[in-house]
């Protein structure tokens, strides 16, 4: 479970990020639009993700403020013969920065993966199956 980061100082240039980021790489199917408003997929993978959002590296440029979605595949036990199932995540695009042959997208998820508290009346996952 991750520990939120509120009361950090945020003028000081201390952490402001309100969910630890997790060193995790995972592959994401990458959907959107393009300015054209033409559909395109990628593939892309994750340098970090936190509850809140995270660091992706793909081959395509987006602007900031660029609504995508992110499915990530969940391949089930086979043996059990359970239906392969995907979850998406809805993201804003923060910032893309070109690094090398990529570009590092900094993303926010719609909806935090996991609650901050559980006090919370609205403990929806950002993760919605498909």
Request: hydrophobic share 40%; charged share 25%.
């Amino acid at each position: 479970m991750e520990i939120p980061t509120k009361g950090l100082d945020t003028g000081s240039g201390a952490e402001r990020r309100e969910w630890h980021r997790l060193p995790i790489s995972i592959p994401f199917f990458l959907r959107g639009k393009n300015v054209p408003g033409e559909d395109f997929q990628d593939i892309a993978a994750a340098l970090n993700l936190s509850a809140s959002g995270a660091l992706l590296a793909t081959k395509r440029y987006l602007e900031p403020r660029t609504k995508i979605s992110l499915e990530v595949p969940i391949a089930l036990v086979n043996k059990a013969r359970l239906p392969h199932s995907v979850s998406v995540l809805d993201a804003t695009v923060l910032r893309c920065t070109p690094e090398r042959k990529y570009f590092l997208l900094g993303l926010q998820f719609e909806k935090p993966l996991i609650a901050a508290s559980p006090k919370l009346e609205d403990s929806s996952s950002a993760a919605r199956p498909r």
